[in-house]
């Protein structure tokens, strides 16, 4: 099996302190820089699983890059460079307090909240007679909570504005660009015969003020995919729906009784299950992209990213 990049633990130059996320590593470099390692880490119900997954923060890296690339002209972004495969570079700025969360489709935790009999989720309604995977009438947008630790919550518009976490004039703001960049994401999948069925994006604040998109975008660990082709078909019959995301690590994680909630034993994945994750994570990147996955090279990679990150910071410092 290729090497995973669990954990890193690096001391760089000009370096003030490090964070562990659930899946990324990021480290502040002088008093304007982030340095972002996307780890191999995965992470389901807000915790994170015992194993890594080969070249999982490779692809979620590239592809981020990539998106942040394809809608710089509706939002400004972080990103700055992108050193090795496994690393972003960009600005530091202020990071906004909320997740923001659009739903094109009735999928996932909104489809749970559905199927117990709510209609309601974050001050949005949810209409009568869906069924799971069916199409809203329009996207709605469910904001969360950004927990520095366990679970992110569900809040609605109003709570956000009345508890003074985002001023209502950024607010609007934040639901405008985000609507323009799920639309600029579904017309990419759709390129490629994929649907985007949700995701979430993550803004901070500028030293200018203006609002910038930081984070990963339009990712398998931010966003659910479905395949176009069979999808009304599917719908119809009312079968799952075939789609690219981590989706069916959770629904293997329910199979094994484990939602993250008090009292439940994370299960362990077994190595075979390990490979097939990371074939799916390589499967999104090469549907999206219509491209190969230039597989890096993984032989000690905690070494190769350090390095690269050096050299970075030497020519750039």
Known sequence: MSEALKDTNYHFPHQ?????????????????HLIMVASD???????????????????LNQLAARFLDA?????????????????????KCNPIK???????????????????????ICGVFMPDGMKESDKFPEPIITPATKAEEGHDEDISREDIISKGIVEESIYVQLESITRQLFERG???????????????????IGSNGEIILIDEIHTPDSSRYFYADGYEQRQASGEIQKQLSKEFVRQWLISEGFQGLDGQTMPEMPD???????????????????????????????TRVEANIADWIETNL
């Open 16 to 32: 003030t302190k490090m964070y562990r996320g659930k899946v990324r590593d990021v480290y502040h470099i002088g008093p304007e």
């Open 41 to 59: 880490r995965i992470s389901a119900f807000d915790c994170i699983l015992p194993k890594g997954i080969p070249y999982k923060g490779q692809v």
């Open 71 to 91: 809608t710089k002209d509706i939002v400004p972004n972080w990103m700055s460079a992108v050193p090795d495969p496994n690393v972003t570079v960009g600005l």
């Open 98 to 120: 909320v997740e923001m969360v659009i739903r094109g489709y009735l999928s996932g935790h909104a489809w749970r909240e559905y199927r117990s009999g709510k209609r309601m």
């Open 186 to 204: 579904t017309q990419i999948a759709a390129e490629r015969d994929l649907i985007l069925v949700d995701t979430k994006y993550e803004f901070g």
């Open 272 to 302: 075979d299950f390990v490979n097939t994750v990371s074939e799916r994570y390589i499967e999104l990147y090469e549907k999206i992209t219509g491209e190969s996955f230039g597989r890096a090279d993984t032989n000690r990679i905690n």
